[in-house]
């Protein structure tokens, strides 16, 4: 239609604003998920030094073995999540990006 703004002016985004806002969402949650990764991955070393040996042997020690055992399996599957998430975010960033 004549004597319209073109889109971007004063209405709708245009698909390289668009690009570019999806692009820096992206970013950011890949800084993000980066940040959660690594805090994961700290919280896994925190459990996994915290082995108690085996130099007692009390039930209550056994329950708690076990509960870092459980700990360090939720650490270890969220940091597999996490790693498959940024590997999500990358491609979505290498398609944005490419095209």
């Given at each position: ?13 245009t698909d390289a604003e668009r690009r570019a ?75 944005l990006t490419a095209g």
């Amino acid at each position: 239609m004549q004597g319209l703004p073109p889109a971007g002016l004063f209405g709708d985004p245009t698909d390289a604003e668009r690009r570019a806002e999806r692009l820096s969402a992206l970013r950011e949650q890949r800084m993000l998920l980066h940040g959660l990764r690594d805090e994961v991955g700290l919280a896994s070393a925190a459990v996994a030094a915290a082995d108690l040996g085996d130099s007692w042997q009390s039930a209550a020690h056994r329950d708690y073995a076990a509960r870092l055992g459980d700990l360090a399996g939720d650490l270890c599957r969220a940091g597999r999540q996490l790693d498959d998430a940024l590997d999500a975010v990358h491609t979505a960033i290498s398609r944005l990006t490419a095209g």
